[in-house]
């Protein structure tokens, strides 16, 4: 059972693929599960703080089994985005052409981006490369150079484009993270090329190769399906890119680590990254709210990841955080008084 719990993030693309043969508010299907069914439930379920025992610890890391769910993400999700982009063969009304392309939008966001974050962390090229094809699916590839070689180690700095400021707007947020990290992204691939003593065109500069498949991606759709489709999955794309900007918004908003009088800062630790341990959204995002954790500890693949009791606490799970966020002002009101001193 401690296996087949995080098999309940199947209802995601079964919601999705309802969404795209359906008509009217069913488009909306894996939005209203994701944004109104998760966040009511984690009103009333409560968090658990329990972690594995060192026995169940060691059994769950050694299991091929929640590596091989992570994999079957990936024809999963082409399989959601071949049936989006085939599926435009009759007249919808508008509301109906957001309900279906925010829903995969939420593919893009839970599972394109999400796992892939987590593949991307893994240390074998092959999961890695999944994790690569699951964010081109996105249109967000650059996530793992920034992510892996910026983000985890100026986290909780202003250094990082991706930890929010105290009173800062989510709105704003999107743009300043999204944009900072795509160039800092291609100045992270700059030093390393220096460092290999490699030319700008050679293989290893994976930003060029990114920026050459995403392109691609967008030409054969445009040559597919047409100029319409090709909006409705780049709209989808932007959607679950805004769905990832909010979760980094939540997971360090107002954190930051010491800097030392050598001008460095303190090491990373779990008072650094808002942690959530409500159950629902801890299943449908592969424990991601346990964050603290896993900036405390990056190559802990997700079912090992562990609750830290001196970690700041979210009030609720991710998807219900996601939504306050819409709303700074209550926002500030809330988290304000909660942030460390």
Same mark, same amino acid.
């Given at each position: 059972m401690a296996k087949l719990k995080y098999l309940i993030i199947f209802i995601v693309p079964i919601s999705a693929m309802w969404s795209f043969f359906s008509n009217d508010w069913q488009t909306f299907l894996p939005v209203i599960i994701a944004f109104i069914v998760v966040p009511t439930l984690e009103l009333f379920l409560k968090p658990d703080h329990n972690n594995l025992d060192k026995v169940?610890?060691?059994?769950?890391? $050694?299991? @091929?089994?929640?590596?091989?769910? /992570?994999?079957? !993400?990936?024809?999963?999700?082409?399989?959601? +985005?071949?049936?989006?982009?085939?599926?435009?063969?009759?007249?919808?009304?508008?509301?109906?052409?957001i309900g279906r392309i925010t829903s995969m939008g939420v593919m893009c966001g839970v599972f394109g981006i999400n796992v892939g974050h987590e593949l991307g962390?893994?240390?074998?090229?092959?999961?890695?490369?999944?994790?690569?094809?699951?964010?081109?699916?996105?249109?967000?590839?650059?996530?793992?150079?920034?992510?892996?070689?910026?983000?985890?180690?100026?986290?909780?700095?202003?250094?990082?484009?991706?930890?929010?400021?105290?009173?800062?707007?989510?709105?704003?947020?999107?743009?300043?993270?999204?944009?900072?990290?795509?160039? $800092?992204? @291609?100045?992270?691939?700059?030093? /390393?090329?220096? !460092?290999?003593?490699?030319?700008?065109?050679? +293989?290893?500069?994976?930003?060029?190769?990114?920026?050459?498949?995403?392109?691609?991606?967008?030409?054969?759709?445009?040559?597919l399906f047409g100029m319409n489709v090709l909006l409705y999955?780049?709209?989808?794309?932007?959607?679950?890119?805004?769905?990832?900007?909010?979760?980094?918004?939540?997971?360090?908003?107002?954190?930051?680590?010491?800097?030392?009088?050598?001008?460095?800062?303190?090491v990373v630790n779990p008072m650094h990254s808002w942690n959530s341990d409500h159950v629902v959204g801890r299943l449908l995002l592969f424990e991601l709210s346990r964050h603290s954790d896993h900036h405390h500890r990056a190559n802990k693949p997700y079912q090992i990841l562990d609750s830290h009791p001196d970690s700041p606490q979210m009030i609720t799970g991710y998807p219900g955080m996601m939504l306050l966020a819409l709303i700074p002002p209550l926002w500030f009101k809330i988290m304000n008084n909660r942030i460390p001193s």
């Open positions: 169940s610890r060691e059994m769950a890391e $050694k299991s @091929w089994f929640y590596s091989v769910v /992570l994999y079957t !993400i990936l024809p999963i999700q082409l399989i959601a +985005l071949y049936f989006f982009l085939t599926t435009w063969n009759q007249e919808y009304s508008p509301v109906e052409i962390h893994r240390d074998h090229r092959f999961e890695q490369f999944i994790g690569e094809l699951l964010l081109l699916t996105s249109l967000e590839t650059h996530f793992l150079i920034y992510h892996n070689y910026g983000h985890h180690f100026d986290v909780a700095t202003r250094k990082d484009p991706a930890t929010a400021r105290k009173n800062e707007w989510l709105y704003s947020f999107w743009i300043r993270s999204q944009f900072g990290s795509y160039v $800092k992204a @291609w100045q992270l691939q700059t030093k /390393l090329l220096k !460092i290999k003593k490699v030319s700008f065109l050679s +293989l290893d500069n994976r930003m060029l190769w990114y920026t050459i498949f995403q392109i691609s991606m967008c030409i054969a759709i445009y040559l999955f780049l709209v989808a794309a932007i959607f679950g890119i805004l769905l990832l900007e909010t979760v980094n918004y939540i997971e360090h908003y107002g954190l930051w680590r010491k800097q030392k009088k050598s001008g460095r800062f303190e």
